[in-house]
């Protein structure tokens, strides 16, 4: 009688799901995978949150900028790193390339976040604008996508841009949108062997300000695991086509627990997850990525995701829309 009970629920729920045409599955992550057993590689264990990368002996090179050490205009910090734009260089690359003290593995970092505060009042004039491209390294060469570069901050930004003062940004970059390492269905993820070991950051945007000549400083940069305060989408797609898998590329910072994925309709896209996929066993976690979802039939489709990060379990969610054709 129990079991019939129990049928009849698991009817009565899958029922309910088809009628009201949303889609939902859960992706927890099974804390018995350890990461020995992931990747065959041991990385040093290092506690790494205080260091402090805006060091003028840490720059190893730069394009178009002077580079001065800064001593009194900081957020705090004992020393930081002024970048002063050359003659005749508005609107070009100002390039800074920042050397970290050690090899960073992706292992290490993954679901970190890169941070640094950004004084921007005298590189232009207008408030809020040009937020500067960064871009990792490996010795010289660029590694993984570059984040930023735009002239605003949206809510799904894959950064997140925290104004401190009129002369002050607080900016963070998700590590997992510059070098994802869970994906599945064709696309490869980064393998979590692979390190980085300095940072690049490229502003276009150096005006000369109030008789001023350009300048920006850079502090307190570091890689944090504390969650952002919010999720960000690294792909903005707004179409794509019917019998293809989407990945929903969501941004987000904090050791990952668990991520659940809806869809509002289920004849135009159903969440794809399926714990007997397997993927590269580069990827962290060998169920595969949560990160899916299959594309039924032509229509319009609102996806959303809920995360649980850090140490807290945080909860956050973010949506957005797909026309499939």
Same mark, same amino acid.
């Given at each position: 009688?129990?079991?019939?009970?129990?049928?009849?629920?698991?009817?009565?729920?899958?029922?309910?799901?088809?009628?009201?045409?949303?889609?939902?599955?859960?992706?927890?992550?099974?804390?018995?995978?350890?990461?020995?057993?992931?990747?065959?590689?041991?990385?040093?264990?290092?506690?790494?949150?205080?260091?402090?990368?805006?060091?003028?002996?840490?720059?190893?090179?730069?394009?178009?900028?002077?580079?001065?050490?800064?001593?009194?205009?900081?957020?705090?910090?004992?020393?930081?790193?002024?970048?002063?734009?050359?003659?005749?260089?508005?609107? !070009?690359?100002?390039?800074?390339?920042?050397?970290?003290?050690?090899?960073?593995?992706?292992?290490?970092?993954?679901?970190?976040?890169?941070?640094?505060?950004?004084?921007?009042?005298?590189?232009?004039?207008?408030?809020?604008?040009?937020?500067?491209?960064?871009?990792?390294?490996?010795?010289?060469?660029?590694?993984?996508?570059?984040?930023?570069?735009?002239?605003?901050?949206?809510?799904?930004?894959?950064?997140?841009?925290?104004?401190?003062?009129?002369?002050?940004?607080?900016?963070?970059?998700?590590?997992?949108?510059?070098?994802?390492?869970?994906?599945?269905?064709?696309?490869?993820?980064?393998?979590?062997? !692979?390190?980085?070991?300095?940072?690049?950051?490229?502003?276009?945007?150096?005006?000369?300000?109030?008789?001023?000549?350009?300048?920006?400083?850079?502090?307190?940069?570091?890689?944090?695991?504390?969650?952002?305060?919010?999720?960000?989408?690294?792909?903005?797609?707004?179409?794509?086509?019917?019998?293809?898998?989407?990945?929903?590329?969501?941004?987000?910072?904090?050791?990952?627990?668990?991520?659940?994925?809806?869809?509002?309709?289920?004849?135009?896209?159903?969440?794809?997850?399926?714990?007997?996929?397997?993927?590269?066993?580069?990827?962290?976690?060998?169920?595969?990525?949560?990160?899916?979802?299959?594309?039924?039939?032509?229509?319009?489709?609102?996806?959303?995701?809920?995360?649980?990060?850090?140490?807290?379990?945080?909860?956050?969610?973010?949506?957005?829309?797909?026309?499939?054709?």
């Amino acid at each position: 009688m129990t079991k019939k009970i129990v049928l009849i629920l698991i009817i009565l729920c899958f029922t309910t799901c088809i009628f009201c045409g949303t889609a939902f599955s859960a992706w927890v992550y099974n804390d018995d995978v350890t990461l020995s057993q992931v990747i065959q590689t041991t990385v040093p264990t290092w506690n790494f949150n205080d260091t402090d990368f805006a060091l003028y002996d840490n720059v190893a090179s730069s394009t178009n900028l002077t580079i001065t050490k800064e001593t009194t205009l900081t957020q705090g910090s004992a020393e930081a790193i002024r970048a002063t734009s050359t003659s005749g260089t508005t609107t !070009k690359d100002h390039i800074i390339n920042i050397s970290f003290d050690r090899d960073y593995y992706m292992s290490e970092i993954w679901y970190y976040k890169f941070e640094f505060d950004y004084h921007h009042r005298y590189k232009r004039e207008q408030y809020n604008k040009g937020f500067p491209t960064v871009q990792f390294l490996v010795g010289n060469a660029t590694f993984g996508s570059g984040q930023g570069g735009t002239d605003s901050c949206t809510s799904k930004s894959a950064f997140v841009a925290t104004p401190i003062d009129e002369d002050w940004w607080h900016l963070e970059y998700y590590i997992f949108a510059h070098a994802p390492v869970l994906s599945n269905h064709g696309d490869s993820p980064i393998p979590l062997t !692979k390190k980085i070991n300095g940072v690049r950051i490229n502003d276009r945007t150096m005006y000369d300000y109030n008789g001023t000549t350009a300048y920006v400083v850079i502090d307190n940069m570091k890689f944090s695991a504390e969650p952002a305060s919010r999720l960000g989408i690294f792909n903005r797609w707004t179409s794509d086509t019917a019998g293809k898998y989407f990945w929903f590329k969501v941004a987000f910072a904090g050791e990952l627990h668990s991520v659940k994925l809806y869809s509002s309709d289920t004849s135009v896209a159903v969440p794809e997850f399926d714990p007997s996929d397997t993927v590269s066993t580069t990827a962290p976690f060998p169920n595969g990525s949560p990160f899916y979802f299959y594309l039924v039939a032509a229509g319009t489709v609102t996806f959303t995701a809920e995360l649980e990060v850090g140490d807290d379990h945080r909860i956050l969610s973010i949506s957005n829309t797909l026309t499939v054709t």
